[in-house]
Structures are given as structure tokens and as C-alpha cells.
Nanobody, 125 residues
């Protein structure tokens, strides 16, 4: 199983970015896919997750209303649309898969089995 995250960059406060995660080696239909982020000196934290089975989603309080997670099962792709970015969103963003998914729950890193390499998002004020 391999995951490849892309789409990060340097933007200004209020701008938007869309992160992509390409998943290979398994299908998304029986998986949960999560986005996590890790800022310097901090632990990795869950941002959002989506059920590959039914598309249900969960968001952290800090991004709810600004970020949208989605999946394209036909392409084995997962996306994170990030709008109205803030400096506190600056972090390395990771996508991860939990397979099989026994039920969507708040994304906790320890619950996920496979990880991508991360993509840097930097938001300047």
C-alpha cells in the first residue's frame, strides 16, 4: 500500500489550497481515509476523515467550516479543500488509511495503518 500526498505550498492568510492523496494497493471502499497535520514541536493531530464506504465525514473543531474532505473512489484519490487558511494551519499535512474500516471515528493517528510522506503547507499572515 502506498499513499502520496501533494498540493501543499506557501500561501497568504485567507487563501485556499487543495491537497490530494493518491492511494494505491487497496481500494477505498472498505477504508477510512484521514488527513492529519503536524506543526513544528507539536504532536500529529487529526484534521478530517472520510468513510470510503458511505462518504461520511468528520472534522476537527479548528477546521470545520473551512476545510472539506472528499474522495473519488474510481480514481482512488482523496482530497482536502482548504479555504480561508490561517497562519495556525501551517504544518506538514499527511494522508493516511485505515483498512478495513470498522466504523468512522474521530481521526487519531494510532488508528491508521498506512501513511503518505506529507506535504508542507505554510500560511503567512
Amino acid at each position: 500500500v502506498q499513499l502520496q500526498a501533494s498540493g501543499g505550498g506557501l500561501v497568504q492568510s485567507g487563501d485556499s489550497l487543495r491537497l490530494s492523496c493518491r492511494v494505491s494497493g487497496l481500494t477505498l471502499d472498505d477504508s477510512a481515509i484521514g488527513w492529519f497535520r503536524q506543526a513544528p514541536g507539536e504532536a500529529r493531530k487529526g484534521v478530517s476523515c472520510i468513510s470510503g464506504r458511505d462518504g461520511k465525514t468528520i472534522y476537527s473543531e479548528s477546521v470545520r467550516g473551512r476545510f472539506t474532505i472528499s474522495r473519488d473512489s474510481a480514481k482512488n484519490m482523496v482530497y482536502l479543500q482548504m479555504n480561508n487558511l490561517r497562519p495556525e494551519d501551517t504544518a506538514v499535512y499527511y494522508c493516511a488509511v485505515r483498512s478495513p474500516d470498522y466504523g468512522l471515528a474521530y481521526p487519531v493517528p494510532e488508528m491508521y495503518d498506512y501513511w503518505g510522506q506529507g506535504t508542507q503547507v505554510t500560511v503567512s499572515s
